[in-house]
Antibody, heavy 117, light 109 residues
Framework: EVQLLESGGGLEQPGGSLRLSCAAS????????MSWVRQAAGKGLEWVSR????????YYADSVKGRFTISRDNSKNTLYLQMNSLRAEDTAVYYC??????????WGQGTVVTVSS | EIVLTQSPGTLSLSPGERATLSCRAS???????LAWYQQKPGQAPRLLIY???SRATGIPDRFSGSGSGTDFTLTISRLEPEDFAVYYC??????????FGQGTKLEIK
């Protein structure tokens, strides 16, 4: 059974940093591209970032480019999202998801990030 | 940039009825990269349909997808109580890499 477990969310001040993690199990993590998708309270889904299976290619939404960095450690079956220069508008539930073939097949349960002073 | 517009914003129906949800793209998109998701309150989204018309693993056959070009449809043939949720369409393209529609809320009438 595929399991994706996010962690690292919390309350951070504007301008601060957070590092999210997503621990994967139940599938060959190193064979799959992975993404982060976020959802502000009461709002729709927004794709944030994607990383290839090897980690060699990364992609970002314009809203986070230059501030967020996606990475992965295939030896630890873990996906990361380093979030710097946080803004109030980054407040959301952050989901990790497998993202091959143009779709998000499996999702974690999400971790809540709140940016507020 | 491709924009996906879903309609209606809210759809009020009764169990047993047929639901038709629309997703319109601002320009022609590849059907191969059009997907639909269901999201219930407090839960992560769940993949329902990919490639515009292929059901994901474990999805009941009352869910079906169709369409091409700019117009795509998700149909639920006979609504079950557990089908009342928010539905999103999504496209994979160039910039941004992934785009979601704003969602359609399917509520019990």
């Amino acid at each position: 059974e595929v399991q994706l477990l996010e962690s690292g969310g919390g309350l951070e001040q504007p301008g601060g940093s957070l590092r999210l993690s997503c621990a994967a199990s139940g599938f060959t993590f190193s064979s799959y591209a992975m993404s982060w998708v976020r959802q502000a309270a009461g709002k729709g889904l927004e794709w944030v970032s994607r990383i290839s299976s090897s980690g060699g290619s990364t992609y970002y939404a314009d809203s986070v480019k230059g501030r967020f960095t996606i990475s992965r450690d295939n030896s630890k079956n873990t996906l990361y999202l380093q979030m710097n220069s946080l803004r109030a508008e980054d407040t959301a539930v952050y989901y990790c998801a497998t993202s091959d073939y143009g779709r998000f097949q499996d999702w974690g349960q999400g971790t809540v990030v709140t940016v507020s002073s | 940039e491709i924009v996906l517009t879903q309609s209606p914003g809210t759809l009020s129906l009764s169990p047993g009825e047929r639901a038709t949800l629309s997703c319109r793209a601002s320009q022609s998109v590849s059907s191969s990269y059009l997907a639909w998701y269901q999201q219930k309150p407090g839960q992560a989204p769940r993949l329902l349909i990919y490639g515009a018309s292929s059901r994901a693993t474990g999805i009941p056959d009352r869910f079906s997808g169709s369409g091409s070009g700019t117009d795509f449809t998700l149909t639920i043939s006979r609504l079950e109580p557990e089908d009342f949720a928010v539905y999103y369409c999504q496209h994979y393209g160039s910039s941004p890499l992934y785009t979601f529609g704003q969602g359609t809320k399917l509520e019990i009438k």
